[in-house]
């Protein structure tokens, strides 16, 4: 599809599968089932009372309405006005979702009737008054917030806004414009041969860049978006059942899930002739696991997807037939279009292990902070003498066979678990502001329980483990959270006065 029509091309995308397969099954969620005319038609309207309300082109809305189809219309609408879609999470603390608004200097929360008493929280969080939700449409409405913004930045009007971890314990904003997210869905259509007739599973929250596949690019193929009810994500078996009723026929989640469904699922036994493609990205997929489930979805096309959220997708490995543990599972290579290469301490490109530098067209325009834009990315040096911008994502890596990319660690503190990326020193910010604490360090054991195990080292006094983690989840979201907290006198210092991390890392542990 070329052409943006009279909005982004984003929007453009549903208003173009309505007018040509306006009968087509366009989303499922439970029993509810909209055609791409009836989905176009609920956008329109909404998008109308939007704009009474207020909102405006270049404004930025958050979608605080759990995920569902009464999300995905907001999101549209909220293109549709010429506006930044910026999703939610409704099950984090509101007191974070504040920062974030404040961050990212959003204008409007649409609400659900479930989220409303939370948005009116965020916006006290923010330090106004409780104000008033007025309604939209039925189930949905809207509360302004009216945080002060700046113009878009300069190279593209941004579409999309994403959250990642961040350092200080104020998530950063990660704007994108409409053709970073176009041109991964534009990709993943032509090379996962996605057409009308397939049923893509949608699991991935709204917030996490994964989504992106689902809503755009089966708009992109005029395919039926088919959500995954929330209640079942807990449930490994249902889960396989829901892919089996819904004959879903794209998939694409994180190893964490498809592991369980390995495990306590029972995929091995439920027959899926439909499901065609499974993807997966997020964290590294654990050989023994990826080979047992490849053997069972012999004819299946397996993808390996690398990149964080700042350049969605920029790199993949279609996992060869045949393919076994005792083989080395790369990240492969740059996606259409993008440039991803390896680059040394002084950002030069290199032929040997280096930081993994990605630059094109998939990589966002640039954080938001405190309001204002930040660049994300810096000049790297190539090999002919000339420069080029590109994100430095603190992934290294080293070339493999046939100049695939093979991963090697973290530059800095952030990891990865179940699929989400976090930064410790986000964690450890929220903890230093509880009154009981002196001191904290957050630690990722990789070989600790299944998946890697997070453990946080505090001293305190006068409160408790079981105090503590009231605390924390109230302050944290889920995926966030500790697997242990080890209460101790004193942290250990390095000579220079900093915490000993390679110490606590190291320290057997014990419950106390």
Known sequence: MSGTGPWGPLDALLASAAHDHPGREAVV???QVLTYGELEERVRELAARLRTSGVRPGDRVGVYVPKGTDALIAVYASLRCGAVAAPLDVKGPPERTARMAVNAALGFLVTSEHTAASAVRVREFTDRDPGEI???VP???ILPLG????PAPEGGDGGYLLFT??????????????????HFARWTVEQFGLKFSDRIGSQASLTFDLSTFDIFGSALSAACLVLLPEPLKAFPQDVVSWLGT????????????????LHQGGIGAAPLPDLRIIAFAGEPFPAVDLERLMNLFETADFYNLYGPTETNVCTFEKVPHGWSARDRLSIGKEIAGVQVELVDDEHRVTSDEGEIAVSGPTVALGYLQNGRHRALTSPISLADGRTR????????????????IHLRGRRDHQIKRRGYRIDLQDIESVV?????????????????TPGGELRLHVAAEGTTEGQLREQLFSSLPRHMLPDRIQLTERLPLTERGKVDREALASAEPTRE
């Open 29 to 31: 969620e439970g029993e």
């Open 165 to 182: 971890s961040g350092s200080t314990g104020w998530p950063k904003g990660v704007l994108l414009s409409h053709e970073n997210v176009l």
């Open 432 to 448: 230093q502001e509880f009154p009981s604490v002196r001191g904290c360090a957050a630690v990722w054991d990789p070989e600790g």
């Open 147 to 150: 945080l002060p913004t700046e």
């Open 389 to 404: 911008a590109a994100y430095l994502t603190g992934d290294l890596g080293y070339y493999g066979d046939e100049g695939k």
């Open 139 to 141: 189930g949905l409405g």
């Open 134 to 136: 007025r309604p939209l």
């Open 246 to 261: 819904q004959r879903i026929s794209a998939f694409y989640a994180v190893p964490t899930l498809y592991q369980a469904l």
